[in-house]
């Protein structure tokens, strides 16, 4: 089957999802596939539930990744994601496809080690290009990767490490945490728990969460900054895995620069455009107190000022790769970390890179400095809680930024997914202003309350359009039904 796309597509694009990004399947059943009502009900089930998912020795067990997960999905506390639609969407509307010939999208179970999945990658990749070099009789095709999060780490250890660059035209990274992140840092060293969801001993059993961690010193023990596998022993965070997930950075970083050194490389090897969330609270350092670990936004010692913002999951710094620290390639968007692939002016810039990635005779695709102009133009900063209990108003923070104006903010609440019936019209309000204190820092804010339980997906925007007016910003969250309970 051929898609409605009018443009020759040359090459191969491969879509890899983040963390959780994939649908895991075991004994003909879903194991992780919660996403909109389902998700509360899957948490807190008993017997068949998400404990299966829990590693054992590093052993997957009988499940096995299926297929991406096209809508919004979360687990609270970890990561959440507005799911692929709009990213597959993107390309089948702009390219001939051939879908599993030139157009592929490539599950992976995202619990294992990121190598286990790079290797798998690899065979995918030679496999399809092999075939769709044979069928279009050029030899010149190569595989593009659009990756969120960290799909994007994935990509990276096959194109240094297994030495996939050779096939590679380019690399889209959506918010991926090169430099790693500072939540799965919290979310290991003081466990998982939900009300009576706990899922601690899950995560925590996850090689993938440890390669999240960040590789720079971002740990303060006492005076000084550290990286998490050099400050010895800390509770909830297994020296072994976090020793190896460093490891694994490290041998990417040594084949880049080793990389660097080869003229073939240099000259005809792939191009990284990476995109950043920005101007979105984001937490940049830990502390190591009377053995218990702390998360904060507070920067580490050496880091300049400039980079104290990030896409609520990754900082700004850790989105940037290492080698294109002075290369100013990056595009950059004030966006959280789960809608970054699904942002109408991202999903626009990536489609003019794509058509023109695929015009011969022209350089590599180069991403734009952020001008002075767009790091002073005006955004919004937004913050809200990944799941709300019962009977809990859900509050909406935010912050209009790099302006003086008074401009009203408005916030629109839709339901991912409805049950059945008519599907509820999309709540629109505007939030209230408030003064700023050192201990009420946000600008606005609003509080809803009486929500039906299900997942959300939320836009704060500013009540009046205009051309210096802020981009949207998106997020999603999580309401638990009253009935909803363990058993």
């Known amino acids: 089957m051929v898609c409605m796309g009018t443009k020759e597509l040359r090459d191969v694009i491969v879509v890899l999802p983040g963390i959780t990004g994939s649908v895991l399947r075991a004994d003909g059943r879903d194991v992780w596939a919660l996403s909109g009502r389902a998700l509360w009900s899957g948490l807190t089930s008993s017997g068949d539930s998400l404990q299966r998912l829990r590693l054992h020795n590093g052993d997957p067990g009988e499940i096995v990744a299926e297929r991406l997960m096209p809508t919004a999905h979360l687990v609270p506390g ?3 994601i507005d799911g692929y639609s709009a990213l597959i969407q993107l390309v089948q509307e702009t390219f001939k496809i051939v879908p599993g010939a030139n157009f592929l999208e490539f599950p992976y179970d995202w619990r294992l080690d990121n ?15 092999h075939e769709w070099r044979q069928h279009t009789s050029n030899p010149a095709a190569k595989v593009i990767f659009l990756a969120h999060s960290m799909g994007g780490l994935v990509a990276r250890y096959y194109l240094e490490v297994l030495e996939g660059w050779r096939d590679c035209r380019a690399l889209f990274t959506f918010g991926t945490p090169y430099r790693g992140s500072l939540n799965p840092l919290g979310f290991l060293a003081n466990g998982y728990k939900k009300a009576f969801v706990d899922l601690t001993n899950v995560m925590r059993s996850f090689p993938s969460v440890h390669q999240l961690l960040p590789i720079y010193p971002a740990l303060r023990v006492g005076d000084e900054y550290v990286r998490v596998a050099e400050a010895g022993h800390l509770s909830g965070i297994d020296p072994v895995l976090v020793t190896d997930a ?72 850790s989105a ?85 104006s008074d401009v009203p903010l408005r916030a629109r609440v839709q339901l991912v997914e409805p049950s059945a019936g008519p ?3 999309t709540l629109g309000m505007t939030l209230t202003s408030l003064p700023s204190r050192p201990s009420r820092p946000w600008g606005a804010q609003l ?13 704060v925007d500013a009540a009046q ?23």
């Open 320 to 404: 940037i790769p290492i080698e294109l620290s002075e290369a100013y390639r990056d595009t950059f968007v004030p966006e959280r970390h789960g809608s970054l692939q699904c942002n109408a002016a991202i999903l626009a810039d990536v489609r003019g890179r794509l058509e023109q990635s695929q015009v011969r005779g022209l350089g590599a695709i180069r991403g734009p400095q952020e001008t002075p102009a767009a790091a002073e133009r005006p955004a919004i900063a937004l913050d809200v809680e990944d799941l709300y209990l019962p009977g809990e108003p859900v509050t909406i923070h935010a912050e209009l930024l790099n302006t003086t």
């Open 465 to 487: 359009a205009g051309p210096t007016a802020p981009a949207p910003v998106h997020d999603i969250f999580a309401v638990a039904g009253a009935t909803d309970g363990p058993g």
């Open 78 to 80: 970890l990561i959440k």
């Open 246 to 317: 460093l490891a694994f950075h490290r041998e990417i970083e040594t084949k880049v620069t080793e990389h660097l050194d080869n003229d073939n490389y240099c000259r005809d090897g792939y191009t990284i455009v990476p995109i950043i969330g920005t101007r979105q609270p984001t937490n940049q350092s830990g502390v190591l107190t009377d053995k218990r670990v702390t998360v904060s936004r507070e920067l580490p010692a050496g880091i300049d000022p400039l980079l104290a913002d990030g896409d609520g999951s990754v900082p700004r710094a």
């Open 447 to 459: 509080e809803l309350a009486g929500l039906p339980s299900g997942v959300y997906r939320l836009t």
């Open 423 to 425: 599907a509820p019209r």
């Open 115 to 129: 190598r286990i999945a790079a290797r798998r990658l690899e065979q995918t990749v030679e496999r399809a290009l």
